[in-house]
């Protein structure tokens, strides 16, 4: 079972800490999602859990046992790269085959679950090619037939979808999705894409500088984020800060309003405006609307038409506001 | 860019250069091909005269013809088998990250610096002589008989030579291929369950394939032409233990003046060569296909 529980892990590059002591509880079956901008260690704490990299303090512990100078192989679990890592001179079915193979398998036992996850992968024409004969898709669905081939504890993804277009992205993400629901196995997942973090995870561990900024279900750190930080990573686009007299009046630092939250009007409103930019994408409007309190980012309706130069009034919902106080922190 | 008109241009104007590399290379090939139908002894001048293909029956019986073939093959598989294999461990050794890597790199490929002349001189009369030489005095120091190495086993000694230069080549360029693998790769396989060993066998080498091929192929060209090495240590002796094909044509040619065996012998050299490429090409060219 793949309960992955990391206490009072540190590392540090000769004199500079990457990562802080970190204590972080994953339980069996769950897909937490690492995310961050980039250098936020949130790789380098993979590696950590992986073995890749050595651990400067503190205790990995893998369903149960301390696997904090296990070697990588020993600790059970799969992992799925950035560049699909794949051998280039062997062909899919001996890359699916290889851990087996190192494992000492028998062969037949070797065909046999090469078959099984070629299968569940859709990549049984496709066996006897070399991974240069591949498109990117199928390449990153290779590369998780050789995980799921071992049957690991845990999986963990480092920034696999970084190298497919966008709509192949949407696609990969589905298919890692619903293979989630049909292994129940662990799942760790690095990205700096907020989206497949909110779409995919049951657990977000946001990053920043190494530090657990915080942790908690998609929806729990929409609608309560502990901090600055957090408010303006999660949610696309961004939440709006407004700082100053406007703050003060809600007895805050600073307040924060998401776009989907401020409501358009050309008529009335509590704040007033001149729309910069709008980008019209049919299901939506997003509009950059210049105001006394600098450029707002407002999400309306498909068929609002507006456009450069149109004065528009934006009313925000109150009960939608967050606010927070001089450090950055959320005021409750 | 490429219409008619420029690739007639192109053409022209890469003529030039094409016909004078031809030219350089047809007119000393057709020289000796025709000397080798002569009868041309510098001894005897003015006696020049067509004699068919006795040069070659003449140069093919030669008793040190058979010596200096298995000379050849042993000179060209032993360097081969000692600096790629040698140059393998080097070049995994320099890719280990430690203190002071630049300056050893650096020193590592000195030896192809020397001129092939000077690091015979070098070793022929600093390491491998019998009564100055550095082996001689490490054996006397362990109360050891010396060994004389070029009249005991000059070929083996001559191998040894060749190798120590054509090593730093073999070492330089597997490192170099040996940092162009992915570490990912690497990492892959150790979380697949691969130990050092399987990861260098299963990762690491099929990754050098094309390396070492290219090492192979351009190690044999020059080495089938060895020839400094042997003239300024051995002179292809005692009798003919270290006499290969090229210092049979030096013999031929130039000792025994006898101009029209030794373009034969040349003839049969360059015969020889082809037929070690085309084995070679069968064996690992399909390596050099991307």
Known sequence: MGEIILKGVTKRFGEVEVIPPIDLHINDGEFVVFVGPSGCGKSTLLRLIAGLEDVSGGVVEIDGRNATEAAPAERGLAMVFQSYALYPHMTVKKNIAFPLKMAKLPPEEIEAKVQAAAKVLNLANYLDRRPGQLSGGQRQRVAIGRAIVRNPEAFLFDEPLSNLDAALRVNMRLEISELHQSLKTTMIYVTHDQVEAMTMADKIVVLQAGRIEQVGSPLELYRTPRNRFV??????PKMNFIEGAEAAKHGAHAIG?????IKVSTSEGAWQGTVGVSEHLGS?????????????????????????????FLSPDM??????DQQGWALT | MSTQASRTAARLMISPAVLLLLGWMII??????????????????????????DNYTYFLTDPAFGAAIFNTLALVLGVLTITTVG????????????????????????????????????????????????????AKSVGLQPYDFLSQSPLASIVLIVSWQWLPFATLILLTALQSLDSEQLEAAEMDGAGPISRFVHVMLPHLARAITVVVLIQTIFLLSTFAEILVTTNG?????????????????????DVGTGAAGGIIAVILANIVAIFLMRMIGKNLEA
Do not use: C
């Open chain 1, 231 to 236: 408010a303006g990573f999660i949610g696309s």
């Open chain 1, 257 to 261: 309003i998401r776009p989907e939250h």
């Open chain 1, 284 to 312: 939506d409007t997003f509009l950059h609307v210049t105001t006394e309190y600098g450029v707002l980012n407002v999400r309306a309706g498909g068929e609002v038409d507006l456009h450069h130069g149109d004065t528009v």
């Open chain 1, 319 to 324: 009960a939608q506001l967050h606010r927070f």
């Open chain 2, 28 to 53: 000393p090939l057709g020289m000796t091909l025709w000397f080798s139908l002569q009868r041309y002894n510098l001894l005897m001048p003015g006696m020049e005269s067509f004699t068919g293909f």
């Open chain 2, 87 to 138: 140059g393998l461990l080097l070049a995994l050794l320099l890719d280990q990250p430690f203190w002071g890597q630049g300056v050893v790199r650096v020193l590592v490929i000195a030896p192809f610096f020397v001129m092939p002349t000077v690091s015979a001189l070098v070793w022929k009369n600093m390491f491998m002589n019998p009564v100055n030489g550095v082996f001689a005095h490490l």
């Open chain 2, 237 to 257: 002796g005692p009798g003919t233990a270290s006499t290969t094909l090229t210092y049979l044509v030096y013999i031929q040619s130039l000792l025994q003046y």
